[in-house]
């Protein structure tokens, strides 16, 4: 199943010939600050197979993906199927009972608003699933900041890399060269270089500043620190 757009697709401000600056904007632990409700769902995950609670350091430091990798750190082996299956089911259950309280990263709105104001185009690429996303976008009444809102589509637990490489193709206007990828996780990264685009990874979401770093990007502490390195990059 292909990507699909918010329904509220813009002209992508080309400049003269030459594409806008584009940022391809993570949502979960990147605009959408949910980490504690993340924990919170993972250890009700982990409690259902008998595993202890993790706590917030140890889950930046072991995270990766494919999930079932980051399961397998601290597991000491694969979860099976059946494992897995659950897992799964239990933890975005609970996911969906804790993020209505979560919001917007701090300083969101604003920078998404000065990117658009200063001719930028910007789009959300995540890996939660699609037909949840839409609802949230449009809840925090950010949706007219994007030219294109793609979530996942298919089973969770995978790379972004392929998501990636649709979402882009599905951008009229949009150059992979002066596109950066922001994200929380170093698969944005991997996801980004797959597409030819820049990726700039913050600290406020899934993994570790050593852990992103190993990624070879620049990381950096807030919003506004990544719109500055995506400036640099690519306006």
């Known amino acids: 199943m292909g990507t699909r757009s918010t329904g509220h697709e813009r002209g992508t401000g080309e400049r003269g ?3 806008a ?3 391809v904007w993570d949502w979960n632990g990147t605009l959408f600050h949910d980490i504690d409700a993340v ?3 993972t250890n009700a995950a982990f409690a259902e197979i008998g595993l202890a609670p993790i706590t917030l350091a140890r889950y930046r430091e072991l995270y990766c993906v ?4 980051f399961y397998e750190r601290l597991m000491g082996r694969l979860p099976t199927q059946d494992e897995w299956d659950h897992m799964d089911v239990v933890f975005h259950r609970h996911y969906a009972d804790h993020h209505i309280r979560c919001g917007l990263t701090a300083g ?6 000065r990117w658009q104001d200063t001719g930028g185009t910007q789009s959300i690429m995540s890996m939660y699933g699609h037909e949840d996303l839409l609802p949230l976008v449009r809840g925090f009444g950010i949706e007219r900041r994007f030219i294109r809102v793609d979530g996942r589509t298919g089973p969770s637990g995978g ?3 392929e998501h990636m490489a649709r979402h882009l193709a ?3 206007g949009v150059a992979a060269g002066r596109t950066v990828v922001i994200g929380d996780a170093v698969d944005d990264a991997v996801a980004a270089a797959h597409v ?3 990726a700039v990874l913050y600290t406020g979401g899934s993994h570790s500043r050593g852990s992103l770093a190993a990624a070879g990007v620049p990381v950096v502490d807030s919003l506004e620190e990544a719109v500055a390195e995506a400036e640099r990059l690519v306006v």
């Open 17 to 19: 010939g030459e594409a």
């Open 21 to 23: 600056p584009h940022i």
């Open 39 to 41: 924990i919170t769902a």
């Open 66 to 69: 494919p999930i079932p990798r």
């Open 108 to 113: 969101a709105e604003s920078l998404l608003a």
């Open 159 to 161: 790379s972004k890399t």
């Open 170 to 172: 599905g951008l009229s």
């Open 196 to 198: 030819g685009a820049h």
